[in-house]
């Protein structure tokens, strides 16, 4: 594999390029010759795809999309060019593990198959999409690393520093992220977990020299964690990420790789999201080193990434991982419906068989349309991991017909999705305990019905 | 063929992206004895406008409203010069300043409400992103512009929005510009905070708030 400084080297030397050029003369017109090229064809008809043929079709397009469209840097311009064979060795030397946490709560994650009805996924809870008061985050995180079956936690993010929003790039942001970074780990603590791992760091931290700062083991984390790395929408990889990346790999910490192709943008539809999300899981190994991956496309004028072709290209991108590569991998779910609600958690329903039963991961949901402030619900996150756990039960064709099932429970409301619930609503600040009671109706008739539909969610 | 079928075919040939068509079509029709003004009314803008509902359908996507946008401008490049030469008047609706602003790296929302905003007939300078509050005002003072508008996707970039109608009314400009916000990480009530004169969840609504504010709407 290419060693850091060929890669950096890269950014530097290709060929020299306006941005929009490199968009609508370079990476559209490839991406659609090699979905041409390959057969890539989404059946609208299917949620989870079972062709074999199609998934080795899917990463062929994605290694042949690197290989001839590169990635660009607009820091200088230039475009960053990778021979086929470098791509293919990338993908060959993807690392199939990845070890977190410290202590007892030391663990690894492993790359899982395809159907892989055995092995038990990895389970990933939380957000750092959330913002958090201050207030309510010790109790927030803890009561997330209290969920016994959980290996790994994002934290939510704390941006304001005496009541007012840290601006991007300001010395309060730093101090904002050092901040969320400490009271994670004491929340950690707390919970009689100290060694379980956070895999979002920095989910306050919007730039380089914040995530640094925020990265000193004085504050509490440490290599065992996981450290994000981001490409941008799409194909675009940035000073301030190389800049991670020569940090983090000189450490010798967790690195993960993560990206959010955007549906409806330069990617377009089903086809191209699906090939470019595996584009991202081969180039976080190649550009990155990054030894784990988050995998988040998004629906660009929806905000959520539960839609039926999203769903699907999810699935496939997950699909060619389990196939080809076995990179540890979370799938970072955008939701439409708010915290709590009934189209949330059927939402996460289909979300989880897509993803699950193609070799991926468990990870808890994200309102992302209806996201508001201190709306994230730990019992909510309990509930979608117990979802993965019966979904990891499941092969993709028997998936199939639930994940269409759940889909068809909140498919007219993607457009007008309901408002969700907020921690201070849900739960007693004082006993931490559960007070609303239509949110535990909600969620307790939601587990009835799937298990009522064939997804055996039994309470851990 | 009448005068109606060329104008089908116009604005076929637009949803189907094919720009020698467009034009040949247009010249046709010019040929043919049409109003520039119709063919645009008639012809393009039901052409461009299928474009967008198959957009907001996930049936077209960024790269076809690009494709569909530069055909338009192409085609405009010939009619506008014919409406000037008859006297008629100049299509333009306004001029808007856009740019994603300072500490935000996220363009392709911004790219995609540009698009509309030239369709729906108005000269719109992109600042691109990570846009600093003084380069949008001095921009807008340069071009004669009536909107400045600002995309933010992060909440921590949300302030130079309300920074930037600050500076204005510090600098006594406030009337002179509208100000529309967007972005994922804005809502309506913080539009409402700040006084922005528009806020819009999506780009389409943002083309239409755009036109309400110049009073095309």
């Known amino acids: ?460 | 063929m009448d005068a109606k079928d060329i104008l089908t075919e116009t604005s076929e040939a637009l949803v189907d992206l094919d720009q020698d068509k467009v034009l040949e079509t247009i010249n046709k029709g010019l040929e043919a004895g049409l109003k520039p003004m119709d063919i645009i009314e008639k012809g393009l803008l039901p052409g461009i406008n299928t474009v967008g509902d198959e957009f907001e359908q996930d049936i077209k996507f960024l790269p076809e409203m690009m494709s569909a946008a530069m055909i338009f401008q192409e085609a405009m490049a010939i009619l506008q010069p014919k409406i000037e030469e008859q006297g008629g008047a100049d299509r333009k609706v306004g001029t808007v300043v856009l740019g994603a602003v300072k500490g935000d790296l996220h363009t392709i929302g911004k790219d995609i409400v540009k698009i509309l905003l030239k369709t729906s007939g108005f000269t719109v300078h992109d600042l691109g992103m990570d846009v600093g509050t003084f380069s949008f005002i001095d921009k807008a003072e340069e071009v004669n512009a009536d909107i400045i508008a600002m995309s933010a996707l992060l909440t921590t970039t949300l302030v130079n929005q309300r920074d930037l109608i600050e500076a204005l009314e510090g600098q006594g400009k406030r009337d002179r510009f509208k100000v529309m916000v967007g972005g994922g990480a804005v809502t309506q009530s913080w539009a409402d905070e700040i006084q922005a004169d528009a806020y819009s969840d999506t780009a389409f609504s943002a083309a239409k708030a755009a036109k309400r504010l110049v009073g095309r709407g």
């Open chain 1, 1 to 460: 594999m290419l060693d850091l400084l060929d890669v950096f080297e890269r950014a530097d030397a290709g060929p020299l390029m306006k941005d929009m050029d490199y968009y609508m003369k370079r990476l559209v017109p490839k991406l659609q010759e090699v979905i041409r090229r390959h057969e890539v064809k989404w059946d609208k008809s299917t949620i989870v795809n079972t062709d074999d043929d199609l998934i080795d079709g899917v990463f062929e397009a994605a290694v042949d999309l690197i290989a001839e469209a590169g990635a660009y840097c607009p820091d200088t311009n230039r475009v960053m060019e990778f021979s086929r064979d470098e791509v293919l060795r990338a993908a060959e030397q993807a690392p199939k593990t990845a070890r977190f946490g410290e202590g007892r709560e030391a663990k690894t994650m492993a790359g899982r198959k395809l159907d892989d009805v055995d092995a038990v996924p990895w389970i990933h809870v939380g957000g750092g999409i959330y913002t958090t008061d201050e207030k309510i985050y010790l109790e927030t995180v803890e009561g997330l690393a209290s969920i016994d079956i959980v290996d790994s936690l994002s934290v939510p993010s704390i941006l304001q520093m005496r009541g007012k929003d840290a601006r991007v790039r300001s010395p309060q942001e730093i101090l904002a992220a050092i901040k969320t970074v400490i009271l994670a780990r004491e929340a950690i603590r707390r919970s009689g977990r100290a060694g379980l791992p956070i895999i979002n760091g920095i989910s306050a931290a919007s730039n380089a020299v914040s995530m640094l700062a925020a990265a000193a083991p004085q504050f509490g984390l440490r290599p065992s964690d996981g450290f994000l790395i981001d490409f941008l929408a799409e194909m675009v990889v940035n000073y301030e990420a190389l800049q991670k990346t020569a940090y983090f790999n000189s450490i010798s910490a967790n690195v993960g790789s993560t990206s959010t192709p955007l549906f409806g943008g330069y990617g377009g539809g089903a086809e191209g999201n699906a090939v470019l999300a595996v584009c991202y899981i081969i180039m976080g190994v190649l550009i990155y080193r990054g030894n784990y991956h988050y995998n988040a496309p998004l629906h660009q004028n929806l905000r959520m990434s539960s839609t039926k072709p999203l769903l699907w290209a999810i699935g496939m991108s997950n699909q060619v991982n389990a196939k080809h590569m076995q990179r540890p991998m979370v799938n970072l779910p955008y939701l439409g419906g708010g915290a709590g609600t009934e189209m949330f958690h059927y939402e996460m329903a289909a979300y989880m068989l897509t993803v699950v039963p193609a070799g991926g991961q468990i990870f808890s949901g994200h309102p992302a349309k209806s996201v508001v402030p201190d709306s994230l619900l730990p019992h909510d996150h309990r509930f979608h991991a117990e979802m993965g756990l019966a979904a990891a039960k499941l092969t993709r064709a028997e998936a199939e017909p639930l994940a269409q099932a759940f889909f068809g429970r909140y498919e007219d409301k993607i457009k007008t999705p309901d408002a969700g619930y907020h921690y201070a609503e849900v739960y007693d600040l004082n006993t931490r305990k559960i007070i609303h009671d239509d949110y535990i109706r909600i969620q307790d008739d939601v587990r009835n019905a799937v298990i009522k539909t064939g997804l055996d969610v039994r309470p851990s």
